[in-house]
């Protein structure tokens, strides 16, 4: 049963792999504190929402989605492959 | 030459989805819900739910009766796409002519690829195998091969969870022996009883009765019935083809009479229809509404319009005129609305209207690509929260094997 459901859509720190053209986050720092990340669950293209204020060459396209998860809870990251920036879209606790 | 038609069907699709998602929901009961409400509709539940009774269609409410200890998760369908985008582009490896039937179904064509059904029987696993490694080891799905498209459907909708069954001419008779016919596709109560009131109740009967009795009773649809369960193919896959309808509905989320709260509301489905109308280079000589007022009942209808509808806005006009006085009847609940007479948008001037409507549309539609979805929207829809009518998801032709994958 889920515990909590947060969507804090914030910026935050991922430590990547890159082996060829396959992308594998392994970390990332959220609120100052690091995460590790076990598996990668599943990986799935979402199109950006407009965001207020949004620069040109932001919303076009799609984002890509990770859904993470380490020992506690799961995690989806998007990544834009235009700003190169990591958003925490999700926090899931059981 | 030896057909090989393979149909893939996604097992409890959208639950499955999830739970690959988020690996703590594995082997609990799980209902994907259309809306967190307690009278939300279960658009797919987990088979460890099934195994309660919670079956596609039920209320949240009543899931939660059966199994108390059931997770509800709101449908997220960019998730289902993309993910079955990905499985889409994996059977492209293997065939070019593919169907895709709905957002968890699929045909593909095997003909000339591989010698026999048996050989495409292990075409067919490693395709399983390969969906379990490239994009995730919880989704499963039932296959069924034959020489027919039928039959590789019934085959896959019969098949168990994760199953895989090969209907050829040696055991096709005895697979259908004592089956109902309602287990096969297309054949629903009413035909099933006219059936029975002919001496048919199996299968297995309907394949050993006369076509041309059949067809005595039937006309043509006789015809059909006989040859689906006697291996005859009748059409082969399906090609795309331009839609004869596009149309978006909303149950409401609040209950409310403000005539600007509903105009919104109607104009993001206007909106969400015409860009689809536009994307696909379509325009609409017909238009339909409904709305569902408490306690009211029902309002709308459809009607032919004689300058073709392409923009938002021209659509808005229309469903508003069908709608908007009848509001006052009652608390609206419910609304469908949608185009239908489509063709190529033909590029016929109008005497009274001028073209700068539909370039304007399709700038608007430019900006709204580049910067996302509504960053440009009619006056009517400002301010409108994202909460009221989001993105839903349909259960055919939502996915193209020609969609840009980008994976």
Redesign the interface.
Known sequence: ??VFHEQPHEKVRVFVDFNGPKVTPKAFEWAGKRYDIH?V??V????????PG?GAG???G?DW?F?V?DAAN?Y?LSYSPETLEWILEEV?G? | MQRVILHLDMNSYFAS?EQ?????LRGKPLAVLATMTSQGCALASSKEAKAFGVKTGIRADEARQLCP?I?FVEVDP??YR??T??IFSILTQYSETIEPYSIDEAFLDLTGLVPSLEAGAQLGYEIKQRIKDE??EWLTCSMGLASTRWLAKFGGDTASKGGLVILHRENIVAYLKGRDLQEAWGIAGATAAHLNRLGITTLDELQAASPVNLMASFGIRGYELWANVNAVELGGLAQPRQPKSIGHSHVLRVRTRDPRFHKALVMRLCERAGRRLRDLGLEAQGVYAHVSLVPAGGLGGSKKVYYPIHTTRQLFQQVWAMLGNGLRQGTPSFYALGVFRLRPVSGQLSLLEKRKPAALARAIDRI????????IVEGELMRLD?YHAPERIGFRKTVDVDDEL??
């Open positions: 049963m889920l598996s669950n599943l799935y293209q979402r199109r950006r929402a407009h965001a949004a932001q919303g076009k799609y989605c859904a998860s799961t989806v899931q059981q | 989805v690959q998602a988020n690996p703590f200890d997770t960019p998730k993309s993910t985008k990905r994009i995730g709204n690509n580049r910067y996302g979805e509504e960053t994202d980008g994976i």
